[in-house]
């Protein structure tokens, strides 16, 4: 069993669509999660960093982690044609140290 | 620039040739990581440095695959005698301090023919 698991998609939804994407993980001893976006070509971009378990929101973008459970989701409201790439969870036991990456989740959005 | 710099963007190399990819960190940032990125999958950990001090290369795959960091900032990544199978996108990441953020390049697209 891979240390975090992501459905790969592909996601396609139309405009103005609640997108929900999801991982789960399977070491307890990891503590901190992120969500990183990642455009054709490019680098990955960091877009949320939580410690704790509960939800934390960033304009269209809500973080949710439970840990009782090992799932982390992650919402976009409101989603945008601009909002089409892959999305990377990332989790590590300490805050920079290596992160280990889902698959990653290729989303479309449809004008 | 603003951000962390990788070249070059792209390199084909043939089978059995020596390659070396450069990452410039932000300006600053005290740890540096490599990433190797497959078709399709997510990024997986290579090695990372603090400073010029290697603290971590357990994901190298062989020892092929040798990084360096001589003076703190700019870092290279060598791989000897590249194989198909290293084709890949090569991510270099850079963090102020421990428990910050990464900040990753848009990588070196290496394909080994």
């Known amino acids: 069993q891979k240390e975090v698991e992501q459905d790969p998609g592909p996601l396609s939804v139309p405009e103005g669509a609640i997108v929900s994407l999801n991982c789960t993980y399977s070491n307890s001893a990891f503590q901190y999660f992120m969500w990183y976006r990642q455009y054709s070509r490019k680098g990955p971009e960091l877009l949320m960093y939580t410690y704790s378990s509960g939800n934390k929101e960033d304009g269209r973008f809500t973080a949710q982690v439970d840990k009782s459970s090992k799932y982390i989701s992650l919402f976009i409201r409101d989603s945008q044609p601009s909002d089409s790439a892959t999305y990377l969870c990332a989790i590590t036991q300490g805050g920079s140290e290596k992160l280990v990456f889902g698959k990653g989740t290729k989303l479309t959005v449809n004008p | 620039g603003a951000g962390v710099s990788q070249s070059p963007r792209y390199k084909v190399a043939k089978r059995g040739q020596d390659v070396a990819l450069r990452c410039d960190p932000i300006s600053g940032h005290v740890s540096l990581f490599w990433y190797q990125q497959a078709l399709g999958q997510g990024p997986e950990f290579l090695t990372y440095?603090?400073?010029?001090?290697?603290?971590?290369k357990s994901g190298l795959p062989s020892d092929r695959f040798f990084a360096e960091r001589p003076e703190g900032s700019v870092s290279t990544l060598k791989i000897q005698r590249t194989q198909q199978e290293d084709s890949a996108v090569y991510l270099c990441?850079?963090?102020?301090?421990?428990?910050?953020?990464?900040?990753f390049g848009n990588g070196t697209r290496l394909t080994v023919t």
């Open positions: 990441a850079s963090s102020f301090e421990y428990n910050s953020p990464l900040h």
């Open positions: 440095f603090q400073n010029e001090a290697q603290l971590d």
